[in-house]
C-alpha cells in the first residue's frame, strides 16, 4: 500500500494596507487593495479564501515606516509602500463572523504592548474566532518604530532576549493561570468562576516584572499557534524554542531544504518533534488557462509594477539607502541591526542597484509562478518534495484575482494529485494543522509554565 501524499498547507499572504509586496499593483484597474479599510474588503476575501480551502490568511504588519530610501518616505508615501498601514487585529472578527474554519495569523511585535494586556487581546480573538488565532511573533527591526514611542531600537539578538521572557510571561497567563474547570456557570450556586482554580502569576526577569491574573477564562487554544520568520542564527533558536510554523525566503530548492532541516534541527534540541514545525516559504503566482494567458496577464502586471518601490521596502530590511549608489556601484553590505539574513544573502550575491531593481520588477522578493495550472503545479510540488517546505504563503499580486485565478485554477490542480485536501477537517487553526487536539502539546516549552495539577495533552 503506498502511503499518501504530503498535503501543501496553504496561507493567503496580505497585509492591512494597500502596498504589501509585490508593490505598485495599486495602480492596476482591476485591483481592490485600496479599499483595505473597509470590512466589505477583507470579508469578501475571507469567504473566498474558505471556498479554496485555505488553511488561514497570514497578515503581515509593521509599527514605523521604511524611511532609509533616499532618507525619507518620499517613494513610500507616493507608492503606498506598506503607508498607511491599519491594525491586523480589528479586522479579524469581522472575517471569523463569515467564515468557520479559515484560520488568522496576526502579526504583531513583541515591543508594542505589554504582556499583561496582550494576552487578553490574544485570549479574546480566541475566543471570538473559536480558536482560529494564530501569533506571528515578530520582535520588529525599524528604527522609526521605536523612535515613535521615544525609545531606541535594541541589537538584534537583545530583541529575541526580550521575546524569550515576553513569552515566558504569556505562557504563565495563558496555560498556568486558569484550570480548564475553573468556569463553572453555576447558577443555583452563584459561582461563575471557581476562585481556588485561578491564581496570579508572579515573574520577575531581566526585562519584565508581571504580577496578576490572566483576565481571560480558557480559549479553545489557551496559547494561539505560533508563527515566527527570523532567519538568522539567533532567530532559528528561537524558533526551535518556540514556533510552530517558520516563514522563511529562499531563492532555490536547496536553500530552502538547508533552511527547514537547520530550523528542525533547532527543534530537536529543544526537546521536540521535527515535525513539531510546519515550515513556508512565500512565493506569487499568475495562473492562466494556458501559459500564453499567463505570461500575457504578467506582462500586463509589470507595466503596473513598481521597482523602485520594492527597493524603498529593500532598503528598510536591510537598512542601506540603495539611492546613494549608482546602479552598478557596488554596494557595502555590512551585518547591521535590521533584517540580517536579507543582508546576507544580498551580500552573497554581491548585488548591484541594477541586479535589485532587475529582480523587483513585481516589486516583490519571492519565486513567481507563472503558467498553467499544470505547471504551477508541477512547481509546488518540486518545493515540497526537493525543498522539503511544509507549504506556501501565497502573495498578492493584484486583489482579488491573485487569489480567486489560484483557486479556480490551480487548487484542483492540486486536488487532483492528492497533494491538496477537499475538505477541512474539524477543530481549531492548530487542530487542522498537527491532527494532536487544541492545545500546545506536553513537551513544548510552554509545558513548563502549565500549573503542575492540571493534565496536559501528550
Same mark, same amino acid.
Given at each position: 500500500m503506498t502511503s499518501?501524499?504530503?498535503?501543501?498547507?496553504?496561507?493567503?499572504?496580505?497585509?492591512?494596507?494597500?502596498?504589501h509586496i509585490n508593490h505598485g499593483l495599486w495602480t492596476h484597474p482591476r485591483d481592490r487593495s485600496g479599499e483595505y479599510n473597509t470590512l466589505r474588503y477583507w470579508t469578501d476575501q475571507a469567504k473566498l479564501l474558505e471556498r479554496g480551502l485555505f488553511d488561514g490568511l497570514f497578515i503581515a504588519d509593521i509599527l514605523g515606516v521604511y524611511d532609509i530610501y533616499g532618507g525619507g518616505i518620499d517613494v513610500t508615501a507616493r507608492e503606498a509602500v506598506q503607508l498607511p498601514v491599519n491594525d491586523p487585529t480589528l479586522i479579524v472578527p469581522a472575517m471569523a463572523a463569515v467564515t468557520e474554519h479559515l484560520g488568522f495569523g496576526i502579526t504583531l511585535n513583541v515591543f508594542a504592548e505589554a504582556p499583561y494586556t496582550f494576552a487578553r487581546r490574544i485570549s479574546t480573538l480566541d475566543h471570538l474566532t473559536g480558536g482560529r488565532v494564530g501569533w506571528n511573533i515578530v520582535t520588529g527591526y525599524l528604527e522609526s518604530a521605536h523612535r515613535g514611542r521615544g525609545e531606541a531600537l535594541p541589537?538584534?539578538?537583545?530583541?529575541?532576549?526580550?521575546?524569550?521572557?515576553y513569552l515566558e510571561v504569556l505562557y504563565k497567563l495563558w496555560e498556568g493561570s486558569w484550570d480548564d474547570d475553573a468556569v463553572r456557570r453555576d447558577r443555583e450556586a452563584r459561582v461563575f468562576s471557581d476562585p481556588d482554580k485561578i491564581r496570579s502569576?508572579?515573574?520577575?526577569?531581566?526585562?519584565?516584572a508581571v504580577d496578576g491574573y490572566h483576565l481571560c477564562e480558557p480559549s479553545p487554544q489557551r496559547t494561539p499557534v505560533l508563527y515566527q520568520a527570523g532567519a538568522s542564527g539567533r532567530g532559528r533558536a528561537f524558533a526551535g524554542r518556540h514556533a510552530e510554523c517558520v516563514f522563511i525566503s529562499a531563492r532555490d530548492k536547496p536553500s530552502a531544504r538547508e533552511a527547514v532541516r537547520a530550523i528542525r534541527a533547532e527543534a530537536v534540541a529543544a526537546g521536540r518533534d521535527p515535525q513539531d514545525v510546519k515550515v513556508f516559504i512565500g512565493i506569487a503566482a499568475i495562473p492562466g488557462r494556458t501559459r500564453a494567458e499567463a505570461e500575457d496577464k504578467r506582462d500586463q502586471y509589470l507595466r503596473y509594477a513598481s521597482a523602485e518601490a520594492g527597493l524603498a521596502h529593500f532598503s528598510a530590511s536591510t537598512g542601506i539607502d540603495f539611492a546613494r549608489y549608482g546602479l552598478d556601484e557596488a554596494i557595502p553590505y555590512a551585518p547591521g541591526n535590521a533584517i540580517q539574513s536579507a543582508t546576507a544573502a544580498a551580500a552573497k550575491r554581491g548585488l548591484t542597484k541594477r541586479d535589485l531593481l532587475a529582480e523587483m520588477g513585481l516589486g516583490g522578493r519571492y519565486a513567481v509562478l507563472t503558467g498553467d495550472a499544470t505547471s504551477i503545479a508541477d512547481e509546488l510540488q518540486s518545493w515540497v518534495e526537493e525543498g522539503e517546505v511544509d507549504g506556501f504563503n501565497l502573495s498578492r499580486i493584484v486583489v482579488p484575482e491573485s487569489f480567486s485565478d489560484f483557486i479556480d485554477l490551480v487548487i484542483p490542480a492540486l486536488q487532483d494529485r492528492g497533494l491538496y485536501k477537499t475538505a477541512y477537517a474539524p477543530g481549531s487553526l492548530r487542530g487542522k494543522l498537527f491532527g494532536e487536539g487544541n492545545r500546545l502539546p506536553a !513537551? *513544548?516549552?510552554?509545558?513548563?509554565? !502549565? *500549573?503542575a495539577d492540571r493534565p496536559v495533552p501528550a
Open positions: 499518501p501524499r504530503k498535503q501543501i498547507r496553504l496561507n493567503a499572504f496580505n497585509m492591512n494596507c494597500v502596498g541589537a538584534h539578538d537583545r530583541r529575541y532576549d526580550y521575546a524569550d521572557e502569576i508572579s515573574h520577575r526577569g531581566e526585562f519584565l !513537551r *513544548h516549552a510552554a509545558n513548563a509554565f !502549565r *500549573h
